[in-house]
Every structure is written in structure tokens, then in C-alpha cells.
């Protein structure tokens, strides 16, 4: 993206030097493209002959990697320049389609030997980071602070004795619950409660790992209303459990029973990763003979289980507003996500989200400016609002011009004040100064708040908070120093972590299928023990990136699991009780995430292992091998092989040809030297009563002969090798900038390969190291990365 | 009115309905042409207020055939409808069970069934929970989606005005079944919302899409070539989303258009009058629209404290209802609420009354559409549900109108099945079977 610079050449681009009068250079050849006809008559004067542009006119080569439609469509509406009139229709299509397979698209180039350092594409926000920012940029607006909820430990129960009429009849005892799963019985739920009657108000907050729909179910013959990430405030809460002045919303009202049934009550709840959320459960009984209360919740990925535990706290949380609009799948052409396509969808998105957005602004406008519709002051602290509002949302401080362009002139429009602020939030959220992360800067090359924004994006996956854009303003990010320092804050915010684990569920393929198994061949491998295997896996990741060390070779090395009760049934381990807990395993077997089980299950078939599916995975995710796609596709057909030779054997048959040889003589070691691991990552020494053979010959890249006899041989030989260790830097890189690494220099790899060695693979300080190069490439800042070439 | 009115008037009238395209209006309406609308069009709608009536000032002095109807002038604002009016006396819920009077008032009023033991306790009586059967509104609604000649696209709507934010069986006369109370929605923008979607959002997002494309040009002319497709594409598609909002008003199918919502409306007591105003006009645009032809119109909920300052009266309407019959300060002030109501009503009547039934056909809306009034006690002192005040209204079932009856001692379960029967749904019981044994109510 050059433009920050290039500035004059962009307009210079498309000028055609009295090209209008159609001086073409030859004659057309019968059978010759059609679209060469036009290319020549409007367009071969600035561009040239293969569209390579000219340094005079300051006209920029002519390739790039969008479609024949999308080039079609510009042609029509921008060129020639100055009479675009000339050239539409069919003449733009069929220009449109010679140039894109002349000479544009990548394709053509390399027909015609052209080397491309790849392009930083503009990029608008990735889905994920666009609900980030909204859920920042509203948040950022309240006044009112609270403390997320960190502190562990349950949620703050406050029980009631009741007296006629279900009305509360004063607290009678606080404690914390860690679960809210109740057996009252007959009797009242503490001593001094009456059994009768009685209630009980939960408050705190939850923490959420992944971001998704997450389901919520009550189970009570009583009565019980829950609210999830509603405004909860202690000054306001209030305790009659038949209050009619419930304001928000309950996500579940199952107030009134029906006799002694006891009813489930269900709903779901979409929310963002890495955040804590606020929750209450209002809870009461009423001459029922039981009393009885459960909550229950489902993660994305998980199953019904009972809430609490590790993941609440009884701190409450503000609320997070989510934009619950639906957007198409970002691109993932180049593996990673990436913002570089608008389409219809998309924009419908992005419509709903504004709109969304401005509805919540509209609803909590009085909290977050401090004064009612009669204050005086109203107006004033409106406009002041929007402006702040518009600071935010662009990352950076308005200009006058944008002041009055974004705010001002709303407000001499219409009397309305409301209607102003909804016109100014809704042209905000849909200028391409917010949705495109890199757009800020006015100025020829990026400033501070550039730099700053770059910072977040990369290591948060949102807007800049105060913090960050303080440090811009007062040239804090105008030193590598300073940048170094407020990246290595910026690492301790649970944004970060989400990020970071966001990335480990996309390098580790978690989602890309499934990992469950036939249930008659593995009866104990149910959605629970997937769903504990899940995050004992992202446990284990956190863990590692996290701790002091931040060792990448800890990933691959590490000689423990973190188990649960239920997983210690399957693969051994004595924790009791709930939770997790660090086990130590055998290092002979097994390995740091090569041998955990959840990805050894989802690298398997549904009732065998795969060899093929984890050598695949440890040669291009680990190794950092490159693999072709299959000449031809072959299925497995179990069923079709003599049943009684091993997985190996079967594997070797089915890829015993040259042409499958070329690459399953590299793909087949790595997988067979974990046939010791089941399909569900249970160590084995036998398969249908043979021995396993898990040694297996590999050779390198570089030619160098190992004997492979495990996991552990791989991790040794991954842990130097310099083409694993890019693989990791390429994957991190790619998920932190959502830009190709080699845009940013020719030896970006080079050098964070040599800084990540130099400082024995710290994962926290290779990912600062990332965030520097993506944010300072092109800065004015001093000491930055060198220039990017042009081109 | 807070929005600038000749800009919304004129936005309005603009955009009609049809960007279907856009993702804020998903689920437009398939909406019936009127010249489609089957010439039987029949409409059921239910209003209630609560706390019970003042019996001298309700009944009138005569019942029976050929007795000319008269009104008092608690009823007043009603005397343009008296031809099509009918007062039923004598019939009683006389459905039993757990539940206070005012619950099971409520929540028995249109199920005629009993309320299922629960934990919800009134100020007498065994606690109660929810009905345990169908309301005659949902009853009614079934029965006309199960056929694609009376099926609508919402089959019914329940309006609320000024009902508090709480589910128990004071609040609830709509069930869809056994406990499954139906929430009436008491905010005109969400109706507003639900019936017409986004038009308001489309408002204001149209009326910034220049200024974006502005700002869309300005930002561009700072890229690369390359990148600058990409803004190119983007702007397309505001573009698009310009001509989809501009095109609406010429596919505008709406038979009538939508009323007129004050976006900005607070949910307060005191806003009572414009929302129920606000509520009616588009309960009869949406029949209008044949988006519905059952709906419900529950005014506050039973055991209500409505304080209406409109009328100027402080006192909350529940405690008034409680005040002995020779305390002639209250009786005035529930006068002027019942008084409140019956205007209500009326208005009701006229807009249907001055709508033509859509389809050419001969005739108002009004004519074709049954009112039924009603609230969950004879009589606020008393907590009786004998006598309960029933007042039909138009023409829906083609009762034989313009008079009141009285029927000494019938259910109120007898009177769903003669409105059931009118609407040519001939169920032979409706809610608790040993009430129905004397089959419907003669209104023929």
C-alpha cells in the first residue's frame, strides 16, 4: 500500500496523453484479441505495451490480483482519465479481460517471468476485528469504568429470607458459589433461611475464550430470570424479587412455575473472545415443595456443562456491545485471513453493524454523556460526544475540516438532536476512515497515530485505547525505544491473549475438521471429552506463550499435559476433582502439541489414524516444507484394502507410485512415526494385536538422512531447523499483519529468524518484534524498519 | 414529534417498502395486494383494560329485543357505534382454581381454562402459575392460518400500552398454549420495527450516503492504483445501496401506507395517551395491509397502577378500583379512566370505521372486523368476575347488534364459541369443558 507516498503517481496513472484521437500503432491481426484493439486505441500510450507503465508520466505497472469483473467495472467508470464515456460495456469487459490475462494478473506474470515481491494490499478490517472495534470504540465512550472481572472465585450469592407475597424480607446471608447448581431440597438453602420461602440474587461476571454463540439453560421447578452483558450496577440493584422495574432485558424469564415440573428454559448469546461478560441470576421459591436451581451453559465447540468454575468471577463486569450482524467469510487465499475484498454482503454487514452500533449509543446516550435531554448543556455535550466519538472511531484527532464535515454540519441540519447523532455515528461507521485500519493519515507518510493504530491492530486485533493514543500524542512512539516499550504493555492486555489464541486455534487447524469418532470403536471419546481435550490443548498453549519463558521450543519439547478427571480416565493421570492440572508424561512418547491428543484425533479418520493427515500437518504447519497439491486425488477406501494389514502397510500400498512418491516420500515418515498414537491420541504398542513400527527414515530438505523412531525425533529436529522455525515466524506474522511477510523487505524473514534465535525463541518478544516491523515500514519515525521498495 | 416532520413525512412517503434487497428489512412482508384480499375477510381484535368497571355507569338501563341501546355517558364517546354494538350482562367467568381474582381474571379471561399451581401469590387465594390452555385470539389465529385464504403473514399481533416490563399471569391474556403466556409488545418503534421494518434506519443511513461517497472520493484520490480498485468497488456498492432505497417508492406495495412513529417516543406513563394512539393506528394499518387479522390490544395489566395524570388523576388506578362505593372522589376519577377508555375504543372504531374494506368491496373496515372490550373483573371493589363488562363491537361475526343483553348467569367460555362459531370455527368446547355444555351464547 503506497499510497502514502505515491500520492502524485496515482494520478498521474491513468492520465492518456492525447490518446482520445485513437492513434493506434497497428493494425489489428484477425484472430488476434479483441480487448488488444481497445488496449491499444485508449489505453497503450500511458500503460505500454504489457502494461509496464512509465517512470516519466509516473505511471505505475499495471498488475495486481483482482478480477476481470472488478477491473471491467473501474475501467468503465475511470478511464480513459477525464473521459471514462469512451471506453464501457463491452469494449471495458473485453480491454478488461486482454489486460488481465496479457499481463495483470498473476498468472500472466509469471508466464512472462516476472518475479513479484508481493504487494501490501489495502485492507479493510477483517470481521474479527471489526467487532472488536465496535465492542472497543462504544466501550470507550462510557464514562464509567469497572473492573473487569479477573478476580476468581465465584459468583457473589446474596440469599434472602421472604415474607408474604414474594417480597423479600432482608438479606439474611453473602456468599460466593462457584457453580450455580442448587439441591435445596426441602429445606431453606442456610441456616436462618426459612425453607418456605426464600430467594437468592447471583452477580458477577464470565470470562469467554473463543468468540461464538454461547448457550444458556436454567433447570428449576421455582422461579429464575437470567441477564447476560446487561448494564449491571451496584448503586442500582435491586433485591424485591418480583420488582417490576426491571429495566433490561432477561435473556431467560422463567419466573412463574407450573406445579412441581421442572422446566429447562434455554437461549443463546453471541460474544467476543477474551472478555469478561456480566451476569445475574435472580433465583426464588415459593411454597414449592422442592428447591432446586441449575445454570448450565454450552461453549462454541462444547457441550452442556455446569457454569461456574474457573471462568466466573464475582467482579462485575461492564457491559460489551456485540454486533451480532452477519458478514461472509473473510479471505483466506493466502491461508491467512485478510480484508482485502468488499462485496455486497460484506457491505450489508457492515450497514447492520452501524446500525446496530447507533441504536446502542442512542439507548445509553445519557450515561455516556453525563446529562438528560433538559440539561442546558445537551447540545453542547452532544456535539462534544460525536466528536469524540469520530476521534475514536478514526483513531486519531479531527481536523476542523472533519469536525464540521462529520459533526457539525449534522447538527445545523435538523433540529433533531437525536437524528444528528444518529446521521454523524452512522456516516463515521461507514467511512472508509474506520474501516480501513491504515486510511488515517492526511499526510504524505504515516504519523504517530498511524503507527499506533498499526501497533493494535496487530497485537490486539482492534482500535488503539487511550493509553496507546496518549503515548502517540506525546511522541512516546516517535523512538524504537518508546514503540518497543508500549508494544511490550500492550502484550499484557487480555486482548493480546485472545489474539494469541485465536492464532493457535487457525496454525493448529482446530476448526478445520472434525475430530469425533465412531462411537462403537471408541465409546469413551464423547463431545465432552473433545470439548475437555480442546481446551486442555489451548490451556497448554496459553500456558507456553504466556509464562516467563515464552519458549517456542517448549511447544514442540514440553514433557506434560494439562488433564482433567475425565481425560485422566482416557489417557492416564491422577487428577481428581474439577479442573485442570499439570501432568507429567512419559518423554519417550510424548511431545510438546505434536502428540496432543486433541490434534491427533483431528488429524485421523473417524475410526483409524491417518498417517497421511499428521504428516501433512507436521510437514507444512511444523517443518515448513512445502508440499504440492496431489497430482490426483485418491481416496483411502478402508474397506477396499486386505484388512489385516496394518495402517502402515496401507498407506505404503496406496502411495507406493513415482508420482505419489515425490511428495509421501517425505509425508509418510513424519505420519508413520506416529502410529504409536491411536485415533484418539492414545499411546499404543499394538495395532490388531501386531506391533507397531514407528521408526521410519526421513530425509530433509537439505538432504540430511534421519531416523525417525517418534515425536520426540521430530521435535529435536524441528527445534533446529531454521525452515521450522520460519514456518512458525511465517504463521505468526501472516495472523498478526494479515499481509504477506515478504512485502514488508526482502529479508523481514531473515531477520526475525535471527532475532527469534538471538533471543532463544521468546514468543512474546518475536511477536513485538512484528508488531515494530508491520507498524514503523514507511514511518517517519527514526530508526524505522528500512523502506519498503517501491514497486 | 421530535424528527423533523417534513423530512420524515417526506422520507416516508419516499421509500415505501420494497427494499427487500437490504439486510435490515430481511423479512419484509409478502405483503397481500388488496385486490387479492379475499372478499370474506373477517377480524377478530381484543381490548383490555383492567381494575374492573363501574357497574351503574356501564350497564344500561334496558336489555333485551327491541329495546332501543342507551348509553350513559361513561360510554359517550361510543354513541356514533351503537348500531353495531352489543352489551352482554350476566356472563361470568366462573373458572376456579389457584390464582387470585385479578390472575385468574386475566389469564382466564381468554383461555376460560384454570391457571396451573405456580408460585406466583396475589393478595388471596393459593398461589398460581400460568393458563393452562389456548387463548380465543390464538385460537382464532390457527384456525385462520390453517387455510391459505385467511392466513396472514403474522396470523395475529398483540399491542401492549403502558404493560410493565414482567411475565407473570397478571400481565398475560394471550397464551399459545399451556403455559405459554404471549407477550404483548407496549413499544410502538419495536411494533413499528416488527411491522415495517428498518424504516427508519433506511432513513437515516440514506440521508448520509452522499456525504459518504464524498468522503469515499476523497480518501481514494490518495491511493495507489491498485488500491484504489478496491475503493472503486466499495463505492459501487454504496452506490447500489442508494438506487435499492431510491427504487422502493416505485415498487411501493403497500395498500396504505404506514403510519407516522415518533422514533423517540418514551416508554412512560405519561406518554400513555400518544402510545396508545400510536398502537391503534398501526394495529388498523397493519389490518389494513392484511398483515393480521387477529390482534390484541391490552391496555396496562390487571392489578394496574396506572397514575394518569392526563386526566388529571394522581392516584394509581388499582387503589382507586379498591375504594368503597360511596367514596365519590374515586368514583369520579374511575369515571374519567373508564370514560378514558371507552375513547380509546372509539377511536378504534373510527379508524376502522372510516377505512374502506380494502378490495373494493362495499362497506368499512369496521363492518367486518369484531371487537370484543373487555376487563378481568365486574367490579374493582369487589373482585367479582360475575358481570363481567363485555362489549362487542362491528360487524366480524355478524352478530344481530345494536342492543344489550342480559344473560342472567352464563360462562364467558359460552361467549368464546359464539365468537368462534362466527368466524365459522365450529369447536364445540373451548377452554374448560363443563363450561361449555350450554353451548355458544344466542347473539344471531
Avoid at chain 1, 131 to 158: C, E, F, H, T, W
Avoid at chain 1, 205 to 217: A, C, I, P
Avoid at chain 1, 223 to 247: M, P, Q
Wanted: charged share 25%; net charge neutral.
Amino acid at each position: 500500500m503506497r499510497f502514502l507516498w505515491k500520492r502524485l503517481s496515482a494520478l498521474g496513472l491513468f492520465l492518456l496523453a492525447g490518446c482520445a484521437g485513437g492513434t493506434a500503432r497497428e493494425q489489428a491481426d484477425p484472430g488476434e484479441h479483441e480487448g488488444l484493439a481497445v488496449y491499444r486505441k485508449h489505453c497503450i500510450d500511458c500503460h505500454g505495451e504489457n502494461g509496464e507503465g512509465n517512470a516519466i508520466e509516473e505511471v505505475d505497472a499495471l498488475y495486481g490480483q483482482r478480477s476481470v469483473a472488478s477491473l471491467a467495472r473501474f475501467i468503465e467508470r475511470n478511464m480513459p482519465e477525464d473521459e471514462p464515456e469512451l471506453c464501457v460495456g463491452k469494449e471495458a469487459h473485453s480491454v478488461a479481460q486482454y489486460i488481465h490475462d496479457a499481463f495483470y494478473s498473476p498468472d500472466a506474470r509469471k508466464r512472462l517471468g516476472i518475479q513479484d515481491s508481493p504487494k501490501i494490499a489495502i485492507s479493510r478490517m477483517t470481521e474479527a476485528q471489526y467487532r472488536n472495534v465496535i465492542a472497543d470504540l462504544v466501550a470507550s465512550m462510557n464514562p464509567r469504568v469497572p473492573n473487569a472481572g479477573k478476580q476468581a472465585g465465584g459468583l457473589n450469592g446474596y440469599y434472602f429470607n421472604s415474607k408474604g407475597m414474594n417480597k423479600k424480607d432482608g438479606k439474611s446471608l453473602d456468599k460466593t458459589d462457584l457453580f450455580l447448581d442448587f439441591d435445596f431440597g426441602e429445606q431453606g438453602p442456610a441456616k436462618g433461611i426459612k425453607s418456605e420461602q426464600f430467594s437468592v440474587v447471583w452477580e458477577g461476571s464470565f470470562f469467554v475464550r473463543s468468540t461464538g454463540y454461547y448457550d444458556f439453560r436454567t433447570s428449576t421447578p421455582n422461579g429464575v430470570r437470567l441477564y447476560v452483558n446487561t448494564v449491571l450496577r451496584a448503586e442500582e440493584r435491586n433485591y424485591r424479587d418480583d420488582s417490576s422495574k426491571a429495566s433490561r432485558q432477561a435473556l431467560i424469564d422463567d419466573w412463574v412455575s407450573s406445579g412441581s415440573e421442572i422446566r429447562q428454559s434455554s437461549a443463546r448469546i453471541f460474544l467476543l473472545g477474551g472478555r469478561h461478560y456480566p451476569l445475574r441470576m435472580d433465583y426464588f421459591k415459593y411454597k414449592e415443595k422442592i428447591g432446586k436451581v441449575r445454570l448450565e451453559w454450552k461453549a462454541p465447540h462444547g457441550t452442556w456443562t455446569a457454569f461456574g468454575g474457573e471462568a466466573v468471577s464475582p467482579v462485575i463486569a461492564p457491559r460489551t456491545f456485540v454486533v451480532s450482524a452477519t458478514f461472509p467469510a473473510d479471505d483466506h487465499s493466502q491461508g491467512y485471513g485478510r480484508g482485502t475484498l468488499v462485496s455486497k454482503a460484506w457491505h450489508e454487514g457492515i450497514t447492520a453493524g452501524a446500525i446496530q452500533a447507533t441504536g446502542e449509543l442512542i439507548q445509553r446516550l445519557e450515561d455516556f454523556i453525563g446529562v438528560g435531554e433538559k440539561d442546558p448543556q445537551y447540545k453542547a455535550k452532544l456535539m462534544d460526544f460525536c466528536t469524540r466519538f469520530v476521534g475514536a472511531a478514526f483513531r486519531r484527532p479531527l481536523d476542523e475540516r472533519e469536525v464540521e464535515f462529520f459533526v457539525g454540519r449534522h447538527f445545523t441540519d435538523t433540529d433533531d438532536l437525536k437524528v444528528a447523532v444518529k446521521r454523524c455515528v452512522l456516516l463515521c461507521l461507514k467511512s472508509p476512515r474506520f474501516l480501513y485500519p491504515e486510511l488515517s493519515a492526511e499526510s504524505e507518510r504515516p504519523d504517530a497515530y498511524t503507527v499506533a493504530s498499526r501497533l493494535s491492530f496487530a497485537l490486539w486485533d482492534s482500535m488503539p485505547d487511550k493509553q496507546l493514543l496518549q503515548v502517540a500524542q506525546s511522541g512516546g512512539l516517535d523512538t524504537v525505544d518508546g514503540l518497543t516499550a508500549e508494544a511490550w504493555r500492550m502484550l499484557e492486555n487480555p486482548k493480546a491473549r485472545a489474539k494469541m489464541n485465536s492464532f493457535f486455534e487457525y496454525w493448529l487447524e482446530m476448526d478445520a475438521r472434525d475430530p469425533g469418532k465412531d462411537r462403537a470403536l471408541f465409546p469413551g471419546f464423547s463431545d465432552a471429552v473433545i470439548m475437555d481435550l480442546r481446551e486442555s490443548l489451548l490451556r497448554f498453549v496459553n500456558d507456553v506463550v504466556w509464562s516467563e519463558r515464552s519458549d517456542y521450543r517448549d511447544l514442540l519439547k514440553a514433557e506434560h499435559l494439562f488433564l482433567n478427571e475425565r481425560l485422566c480416565a482416557i489417557y492416564g493421570g491422577d487428577v481428581v476433582g474439577p479442573g485442570f492440572k499439570r501432568v507429567d508424561v512419559d518423554p519417550g512418547h510424548r511431545a510438546g502439541i505434536l502428540t496432543h491428543p486433541y490434534l491427533l484425533a483431528l488429524f485421523a479418520y473417524h475410526d483409524s489414524t491417518s498417517p497421511i493427515h499428521r504428516g501433512v500437518f507436521l510437514t507444512r504447519n511444523i517443518l515448513g516444507r512445502m508440499l504440492k497439491p496431489p497430482p490426483k486425488a485418491v481416496s483411502f477406501n478402508d474397506e477396499k484394502l486386505n484388512p489385516k494389514l496394518s495402517m502402515r502397510e496401507k498407506i505404503t500400498l496406496i502411495t507406493s507410485k513415482n508420482a505419489c512418491m515425490s511428495c509421501h516420500s517425505v509425508i509418510n515418515p513424519l505420519g508413520f512415526s506416529m502410529e504409536n498414537f491411536d485415533a484418539i491420541g492414545r499411546w499404543r504398542m499394538s495395532e490388531q494385536g501386531k506391533r507397531v513400527n514407528a521408526k521410519s527414515d526421513y530425509m530433509t530438505a537439505a538432504g540430511e538422512q534421519l531416523s525417525l523412531s517418534g515425536a520426540r525425533d521430530i521435535a529435536d529436529f524441528a527445534l533446529r531447523s531454521p525452515a521450522a522455525h520460519g514456518a512458525f515466524i511465517k504463521a505468526v506474522f501472516t495472523y498478526m499483519a494479515k499481509q504477506p511477510i515478504a512485502a514488508y523487505g526482502p529479508n523481514s524473514l531473515i531477520d526475525l529468524r535471527k532475532g527469534f534465535s538471538a533471543s532463544l525463541f521468546n514468543i512474546k518478544a518475536l511477536m513485538v518484534e512484528i508488531a515494530k516491523r508491520y507498524a514503523l515500514r514507511d514511518s517517519v519515525a527514526p530508526g524505522a524498519a528500512e523502506p519498503q521498495p517501491a514497486g | 414529534m421530535s424528527l423533523n416532520p417534513v423530512f420524515r413525512r417526506q422520507f416516508l412517503r419516499d421509500l415505501g417498502l420494497s427494499a427487500s434487497a437490504l439486510p435490515f428489512v430481511a423479512g419484509l412482508p409478502g405483503l397481500r395486494a388488496a385486490e387479492e384480499a379475499s372478499p370474506a375477510a373477517k377480524r377478530l381484535i381484543i381490548m383490555f383494560s383492567p381494575n374492573g368497571t363501574l357497574p351503574g355507569e356501564f350497564w344500561p338501563k334496558a336489555f333485551g329485543d327491541g329495546k332501543p341501546l342507551e348509553l350513559g355517558p361513561m360510554l359517550a364517546p361510543l354513541e356514533p357505534f351503537k348500531k353495531q354494538m352489543l352489551i352482554l350482562k350476566g356472563v361470568h367467568n366462573r373458572v376456579g382454581g389457584d390464582g387470585d381474582q385479578h390472575m385468574r381474571g386475566i389469564s382466564c379471561l381468554l383461555t376460560g381454562c384454570e391457571l396451573n399451581p405456580g408460585n406466583i401469590q396475589g393478595g388471596s387465594h393459593n398461589p398460581a402459575g400460568w393458563a393452562r390452555g389456548i387463548s380465543i385470539d390464538q385460537e382464532i389465529k390457527n384456525f385462520f392460518q390453517s387455510r391459505s385464504s385467511t392466513s396472514t403473514r403474522f396470523g395475529s399481533l398483540e399491542f401492549g400500552v403502558a404493560v410493565p416490563n414482567r411475565a407473570d399471569p397478571w400481565t398475560r391474556m394471550s397464551y399459545a398454549g399451556n403455559n405459554k403466556p404471549i407477550a404483548p409488545i407496549d413499544d410502538p418503534v419495536q411494533m413499528f420495527e416488527k411491522l415495517y421494518g428498518g424504516v427508519q434506519e433506511r432513513e437515516n443511513i440514506a440521508s448520509v450516503l452522499d456525504d459518504l461517497l464524498d468522503d469515499l472520493n476523497r480518501v481514494s484520490r490518495r491511493l495507489s492504483s491498485e488500491d484504489q480498485l478496491l475503493l472503486a468497488e466499495h463505492m459501487q456498492l454504496v452506490r447500489e445501496l442508494e438506487q435499492e432505497l431510491a427504487s422502493a417508492k416505485k415498487n411501493d406495495s403497500l395498500a396504505h401506507p404506514q403510519p407516522d412513529i415518533d422514533p423517540d417516543i418514551e416508554i412512560v406513563n405519561d406518554n400513555t395517551p400518544q402510545v396508545s394512539r400510536m398502537q391503534i393506528d398501526m394495529l388498523v394499518n397493519a389490518m389494513a395491509n392484511d398483515m393480521t387479522r387477529v390482534a390484541s390490544l391490552q391496555f396496562m395489566r390487571s392489578v394496574g397502577q396506572a397514575r394518569m395524570r392526563w386526566l388529571g388523576i394522581d392516584d394509581g388506578h388499582h387503589t382507586l378500583s379498591h375504594k368503597p362505593d360511596n367514596d365519590k372522589v374515586a368514583a369520579e376519577k374511575l369515571w374519567k379512566i373508564n370514560h378514558w377508555f371507552a375513547g380509546e375504543l372509539a377511536y378504534l372504531a373510527k379508524r376502522l370505521g372510516e377505512t374502506p374494506e380494502p378490495g373494493g368491496l362495499n362497506g368499512s373496515m369496521l363492518d367486518n372486523t369484531q371487537i370484543v372490550w373487555l376487563n378481568e373483573l365486574g367490579k374493582g371493589n369487589s373482585h367479582t368476575l360475575q358481570n363481567i363488562p363485555f362489549l362487542l363491537l362491528g360487524g366480524g361475526c355478524g352478530f344481530n347488534a345494536g342492543r344489550a343483553i342480559d344473560f342472567k348467569n352464563r360462562t364467558h367460555n359460552s361467549l368464546w364459541l359464539s365468537v368462534a362459531h362466527g368466524f365459522g370455527h365450529g369447536i364445540k368446547t373451548f377452554g374448560k369443558e363443563q363450561f361449555c355444555h350450554d353451548g355458544p351464547l344466542p347473539l344471531g
